[in-house]
């Protein structure tokens, strides 16, 4: 199997004050945040030069803590999880489908949030 490259297709930040998270990004490095998109959790986003997304959005539930969860591109969804699974991994949200922005999954290990996204 040749080597593939690593990329993050979605960089997910659940903070307690969105608007000053994205100020912040915007002052020092000159983005530019859209709107709430609802399809993401309400999360403010905008797209880097090299096509990944950051988005920035508040928890969806009590209990949620603020966390930074990288979502790697990945080709085949179901098999990545089959095989971060097998390395130990908790699967925290199976693959899920977002209405044209391809699917996404979660999954937990060595205590960290992980994300899958499959364009």
């Known amino acids: 199997?040749?080597?593939?490259?690593?990329k993050v297709h979605y960089l997910e930040i659940v903070s307690e004050d969105v608007d000053?998270?994205?100020?912040?990004?915007?002052?020092?490095?000159?983005?530019?945040f859209g709107e709430p998109?609802?399809?993401?959790?309400?999360?403010?986003?905008c797209t880097l030069a090299d096509g990944s997304i950051v988005g920035v959005r508040g928890p969806l539930r009590s209990?949620?803590?603020p966390v930074v969860r990288p979502y790697?591109?990945?080709?085949?969804?179901?098999q990545a999880?089959?095989?971060?699974?097998?390395?130990?991994?908790?699967?925290?949200m199976a693959p899920?489908?977002?209405?044209g922005k391809g699917k996404f999954a979660i999954y937990i290990l060595g205590g960290n949030d992980h994300g899958l996204w499959q364009v």
């Open 20 to 32: 000053a998270v994205c100020k912040a990004y915007e002052a020092a490095h000159g983005v530019r």
């Open 96 to 99: 899920t489908e977002i209405p």
């Open 72 to 78: 790697w591109l990945v080709e085949d969804i179901d």
């Open 81 to 92: 999880v089959v095989d971060v699974e097998a390395a130990g991994a908790k699967i925290a």
């Open 63 to 65: 209990t949620e803590a």
């Open 1 to 6: 199997m040749g080597e593939r490259i690593m």
């Open 37 to 45: 998109d609802e399809l993401l959790g309400g999360a403010r986003t």
